[in-house]
């Protein structure tokens, strides 16, 4: 192909980084570690797409929630996207840490201003469970059709379930769950075969009460499989040792196989000798983690928050793995996995210039602490673009302080290019979860990012920048819900593909990842120049579907006992 | 879009931003300069006449490798799509680029108009097999040349039509909403009926009894299938199948991330002011006319035929004129999406009065005062064959979505002009069309077969009576 210079500044010349190891001490603690040299073979890439605008406007849409709090909240800060009135728009649950957790529920009209009004919560029982909330995630557990939560806490965690009209009450006694009491900052949820009910996955951090703490006490995780019968019991749990102090999970179906493993992000912080970790998680078996003789390699990374997208189509996801200094993207080793059977990765965040390792504005050249991560396509081009939540841990002087938010966009040579600061997500604040969903039904992705100490921050995707004039319209857009009958009506583990001409499009529905933060509903997926694709879904039992013509621009309810599609259009 | 712009010698706003002009006299390159959109909207009505001329220098011009003609490492496809392997042809008679000039084929009976067999094209989506050079219907289906006369009111009944559908669909869905109940709505534009869908409470529509339109309720007027929204969004795939010209709003960087799709050597081959300038010709031409010319045989024949093709059930989708509220074209159009421009990308849209067009004044208006377009069709899709008449069931690829044996209910407004006939140009005659019709047309056409041979006549009469003025 040819560039032209002129519209095309990319530069040639490699960027020399050495590695620098640092002393960091904070409130809680000092450790030495070393920042890995960034693999980035070229100087970053200037976006040549369309740069989306990003227009903070938490206040003026009544998003008031702060997540705060002693050290247990130094990590944690998600939330939940989720319709819970039936209106199609996705609501808010924010964790608050020392403070209450909010719900706000969408008042937004489709293609306006953000819009929120909060909703007191009603299911404290007088022992503060509104209080301690790490995160959140959405998952219709006992299948009536209203989306339930399972909320992270700092002490017990909540089986929240959910009624009309967002109302939620808490089910754990029904459910049989004990809450998993510890300190959770990680979850993971799926529909094994046959079951009626999910499995879920709780990820723990330190032991606070043991000897040493925080180092070296990371807990064990959990696996809870639903026992026999017809409505949710989670009285079993199964542990996932050893535990490396969990801070993302996130089941996935690596190589294709139709079973999906568990992928675990740990903050190596304040583990000896552990790494990041995958479970083999089959039917009616004990889990078992991928070792070196399965081919897993070791990686100990400061783990943050875990996202996967097929980046480049090819069927097997790609994984962001954020962390203190540069982010790890890692791809199935083509040669070394043997299409599959052996889960061996490398990490290409270098030469795809996805490393973010240090902040890219604001000049401080420390590393960056990289918290949620997750691929969606901002601006519509058809590539996978890559956000990533920044933020100091606290007080941590030997980190950027002023980290700002990743807005890596896809480019069509395979690179990512950052456009965070054009985009106006680059907030001096403290990021941690994010919810990345289209708030106000109009086809572009917006963001929402809890932070620490401070009011979250709401972005509202105008669309292209242009200039100095008002933003433009991006490219061609599909939204796409799933259903299916129970179990698992929101086909929870489906993977959707969208082809347009000789591109296809990956999405799965998940519940997990990122750091401590969720959204279930419309999935969203960018068409470029395309006004026609070709939607097939692989239920979670496996079974293609045949394919359903789409047009552009369209919400596409996907119903799998019906042989057409059907679109859907918002009511205000 | 692009500001910056000098005035050229005529009337006409270009730029020489893109390409500086190094031509002599002589020189065989069309594009030495480029249309600016922006100056050409800013400048308003008196920059039409210069920019429709200019729309017919490049719908006749041929391009060359210096403007960036052939796509070597690109195919015909609808969405930006690399070869897979090797190096395009200068031309292909199959696979394209075929043809370095619009009018190359567009030409029968005056520029703009069909065309014989001899400049049939072959369609295919451009993906997989996207090179070949068989002229097997496996590989792609050929189709004969439509004329654009009268395109821009062609364009604009479809724009009004595709309003009045989504906006039954919009109140379905309101009363649904608000009832809290199924709805059950006739989708009726200019008293043509698309079936019909049924909104639910919950905001679902289901779309299951649509008929003869897109299910984004997007009528589509142009190609044999009905498949593009608008001339622009025409024009742009033209240009790339069968010339190799790529249009910077659909190939160029903000989409592939280059200025060289096609690796042609010349970046940002053709810009937006150019296929506006192309749009802005297509949309002015004239609508073809009925002959007043005739011998008295012939008007009083044709007269009767005219009663006949109404009689016979031929005008239930042949419909003889569909009203039109105003004759005001904009460009870009309202319902393009991303590829082709938006009206949201510009800061103003450039906008032809037909009403000002000689034309206009041939036409006639309903007690409404709505122009009545004498267009002979219902701008819909019909299923056109059945297990006994199946002649035009001779493709064997749906096309964007559009099965194999449905199409577009064709404009008979010049067919007096525009043999062969049928979407391939298999027929030679109109007698032998009409015997073509089944599927939903089947009724019409047994009609026809079943009358006495002196109506047929007449009918005959009466269509061949329909034509496209040459000087």
Not at chain 2, 220 to 226: A, L, W
Request: aromatic share 10%.
């Amino acid at each position: 192909m040819t560039d032209f210079p002129s519209n095309d500044r990319r530069l040639r010349f490699p960027r020399k980084q050495a590695s620098a190891c640092v002393l960091f001490v904070s409130a809680i603690a000092f450790v030495m570690f070393c920042v890995a040299p960034a693999r980035a073979e070229d100087a970053p890439q200037k976006p040549l797409g369309d740069i989306p605008i990003m227009h903070e406007e938490a206040a003026a849409a009544d998003l008031n929630s702060v997540y705060d709090g002693p050290w247990e909240f130094f990590v944690g800060g998600g939330g939940a996207a989720v319709d819970c009135d039936g209106s199609g728009f996705p609501s808010v649950f924010l964790a608050g840490g020392k403070n209450p957790a909010k719900l706000f529920v969408n008042k937004s009209t489709a293609g306006g201003p953000l819009r929120f009004e909060e909703k007191p919560l009603t299911f404290d029982t007088g022992h503060h469970e509104l209080e301690g909330i790490i995160g959140a995630y959405p998952i219709d557990i006992d299948g009536d059709g209203h989306m339930d939560m399972f909320v992270l806490r700092v002490g017990g965690n909540l089986l929240l379930k959910g009624g009309p009209d967002c109302s939620f009450t808490i089910a754990n006694k029904e459910w049989g769950f004990d809450g998993d009491p510890g300190w959770t900052t990680a979850f993971a949820a799926e529909w094994e075969p046959g079951q009626k009910f999910p499995t879920l996955a709780i990820g723990h951090y330190v032991d606070r009460h043991a000897p040493g703490s925080p180092w070296g006490t990371c807990e064990e995780n959990s696996l809870y499989r639903p026992q026999p019968g017809d409505k949710p019991d989670y009285s079993v749990r199964t542990p996932l040792a050893p535990g490396f102090c969990a801070l993302s999970m996130l089941f996935t179906d690596w190589n294709k196989s139709g079973t999906a493993s568990l992928r675990v992000s740990n903050d190596r912080q304040y583990y000896r000798g552990g790494e990041e970790q995958m479970w083999k998680i089959e039917p009616d078996k004990t889990p078992k983690l991928y070792g070196r003789a399965d081919g897993w390699r070791h990686v100990s990374i400061f783990g943050m928050g875990i996202a996967e997208g097929d980046i480049d189509g090819d069927g097997y996801p790609e994984y962001a793995l954020t962390s203190m200094g540069d982010t790890k993207l890692q791809k199935l080793d083509a040669e070394e996995s043997g299409k599959g059977e052996a889960p061996v990765y490398r990490d290409i965040a270098g030469e795809r210039g996805a490393t973010a390792h240090i902040p890219y504005a604001g000049g401080d050249q420390k590393p960056s602490t990289g918290w949620h991560s997750e691929f969606a396509d901002f601006n519509n081009d058809g590539l996978l673009d890559l956000f990533i939540a920044k933020g100091n841990v606290e007080q941590m002087p030997d980190f950027a302080s002023f980290d700002p938010n990743n807005l890596l966009l896809g480019q069509w040579n395979g690179k990512f290019a950052e456009a965070g600061a054009e985009a106006g997500i680059a907030l001096n604040r403290k990021g941690r979860g994010a919810l990345i969903s289209d708030f106000n039904l109009d086809g572009k992705l917006d963001i929402l990012v809890v932070n620490r100490g401070a009011p979250a921050s709401l972005f509202r995707n105008l669309g292209a920048k242009v200039d100095d004039g008002p933003p433009g319209p991006m490219g061609n857009w599909s939204e796409i819900r799933l259903s299916e009958p129970n179990p698992n009506r929101n086909a929870v583990g489906a993977k959707i593909a969208v082809k347009t001409g000789t591109r296809t499009m990956m999405r799965t529905i998940q519940v997990g990842g990122g750091d401590a933060s969720g959204h279930a509903g419309w999935v969203h997926v960018g068409l470029g120049t395309a006004e026609r694709a070709e939607i097939r879904v692989q239920w979670p039992d496996g079974e293609w579907s045949y394919p359903y013509r789409v047009f552009a621009n369209q919400f596409v309810v996907v119903d799998r006992t019906k042989a057409q599609a059907a679109y859907w259009y918002p009511g205000r | 879009m692009k500001k910056a712009a000098m005035a050229a010698g005529v009337a006409i706003v270009v730029s020489g931003a893109i390409g500086q002009v190094h031509s002599a006299s002589w020189d065989e390159k069309v594009f030495t300069s480029h249309v600016d959109f922006d100056a050409v909207a800013k400048a308003g009505p008196e920059a039409l006449p210069a920019l429709i001329e200019r729309g017919r220098q490049l719908f006749k011009a041929k391009f060359t490798l210096e403007d960036g003609a052939g796509r070597p490492k690109a195919t015909q496809a609808i969405v930006p799509t690399k070869r897979k392997t090797g190096t395009n042809p200068p031309f292909s008679r199959t696979s394209g680029p075929d043809s370095n000039s619009c009018a190359g084929c567009h030409n029968d009976p005056i520029t703009g108009g069909s065309a014989d067999f001899v400049a049939n094209v072959f369609v295919s989506e451009g993906f997989e097999s996207a090179a070949f050079d068989n002229t097997d219907p496996t590989f792609s289906s050929e189709r004969h040349t439509i004329a654009l006369m009268g395109a821009g009111l062609i364009e604009l009944l479809a724009r009004e039509m595709t309003a009045d559908l989504q906006r039954a669909r919009d109140e379905a869905v309101k009363q649904a909403r608000v009832g809290g109940k199924d709805i059950h709505a006739d989708l009726v534009a200019k008293g043509v009926r698309f079936g019909s869908i049924l909104a639910h409470p919950d905001g679902i529509v289901d779309l299951d009894q649509i008929e003869g339109v897109d299910a984004d309720l997007v009528l589509r007027p142009f190609s044999r299938k009905g498949v593009f929204a608008s001339i622009r969004q025409f024009t742009i795939n033209a240009m790339n199948i069968h010339h190799g010209m790529e249009a910077t709003e659909r190939f160029g960087v903000r989409w592939t991330g280059t200025h060289d799709f096609s690796e042609s050597g010349v970046p940002d081959a053709v810009t937006p002011g150019d296929i506006s300038a192309l749009v802005a010709f297509q949309a002015s031409l004239p609508p073809p006319t009925v002959k007043q010319d005739l011998p008295d045989d012939w008007r009083i024949a044709a007269d009767e035929g005219a009663k006949q093709f109404t009689a016979l059930g031929c005008a239930s989708c042949h419909i003889a004129t569909l009203p039109l509220k105003s004759l005001t074209f904009t460009d870009p159009a309202p319902y393009d999406m991303a590829g082709t421009l938006r009206a949201s990308e510009t800061e103003r849209s450039i906008q032809i009065d037909l009403s000002k067009m000689p034309f206009a004044s041939q036409l006639q208006k309903n007690e409404k005062g709505e122009w009545l377009i004498p267009l002979f069709s219902d701008l819909k899709r019909h299923l056109m064959v059945d297990a006994q008449v199946n002649a035009l069931g001779n493709e064997l690829q749906a096309q964007r979505f559009v099965e194999r044996d449905v199409f577009l209910t064709p404009r008979l407004w010049g067919v007096g002009s525009t043999a062969p006939y049928g979407h391939r140009g298999d027929f030679r005659s109109l007698d032998e069309i009409i015997r073509a019709h089944g599927g939903e047309a089947r009724f019409a056409r047994d009609a026809y077969l079943g009358a006495d041979k002196e109506m047929r006549d007449d009918v005959i009469a009466f269509l061949r009576s329909l034509e496209i003025k040459a000087p």
